[in-house]
């Protein structure tokens, strides 16, 4: 049985601040990344089994 999920903590100070900059400060991946997340991907689609 799955464990129920808990509150998401609030931040507050230089906490917050620093999340709301990582927040602002967002860099789009590069296409190099984004090939080598697809290639990942489809390895593990040729791997996996999931019976349903």
Do not use: H, N, W, Y
Request: zero cysteines; a positive charge; hydrophobic letters at 45%.
């Amino acid at each position: 049985m799955a464990r129920p999920i808990k509150e998401t903590p609030i931040l507050f100070g230089e906490d917050a601040k620093r999340f709301l900059k990582a927040m602002e400060d967002v860099k789009p991946a590069s296409e190099e990344e984004k090939q080598r997340v697809r290639a990942a991907f489809e390895k593990m689609k040729k791997i996996a089994t999931f019976v349903l």
